[in-house]
C-alpha cells in the first residue's frame, strides 16, 4: 500500500481530531518519498499537492534557529522528513511545537498552521 494512501486512511479515521497525524515508514531510508527527495524535508501546500506527489516547498539544512516558512510552504496541508538520522522541529502559529522524526510524514486536520521548521542533528530533535 501506497504511503499516501496509508496517511489517508488515517485522516479519514481522525476527521473529528485537532491536531495532526503522523505516518511511520521507519523502514525506509535514504530515497524519494511522495516526490520528497533525500535529504530534504517537504511541504505540500495543499492536499491534492501532496495525492500528486508534488511538494510546493523543501529545506535540507540543519540550522541552529527557526527558519520561517514561505507562501509556498506555510500552513502546508502535509509535511515529510525524508531525512535518515534528522529530526524536525516544526513550529506553529500558536506556540506549539512538533518534531517530525527522521522518514516519516504527518498532516494537519485542523487547526494548527506550522510558521517555521528547524532541521536538527538529532531524530528527536533534541528532546
Known amino acids: 500500500m501506497r504511503i499516501r494512501q496509508l496517511l489517508g486512511t488515517a485522516l479519514a479515521a481522525t476527521t473529528a481530531t485537532v491536531g495532526l497525524v503522523a505516518v511511520d515508514v521507519s523502514a525506509a531510508s535514504a530515497g524519494t518519498a511522495n516526490g520528497c527527495v533525500y535529504p ?7 492536499e491534492s499537492r501532496w495525492n500528486a506527489d508534488n511538494p510546493t516547498g523543501s529545506y535540507q539544512v540543519l540550522t541552529s534557529g527557526y527558519q520561517d516558512l514561505g507562501s509556498d510552504t506555510e500552513g ?9 538520522d534528522d529530526g524536525a522541529l ?5 506556540g506549539n511545537t512538533y518534531c517530525l522524526p527522521p522518514n516519516r510524514g504527518n498532516a494537519h486536520i485542523r487547526g494548527e498552521i506550522v510558521d517555521k521548521i528547524r532541521i536538527m542533528d538529532s531524530p528527536t530533535c533534541g528532546r
Not at 40 to 46: E, M, Q
Not at 90 to 94: K, V
Open 40 to 46: 530534504r524535508v517537504c511541504f505540500y501546500l495543499t
Open 76 to 84: 502546508s496541508f502535509a509535511v515529510w522528513n525524508t531525512r535518515n
Open 90 to 94: 516544526l513550529h506553529y502559529t500558536n
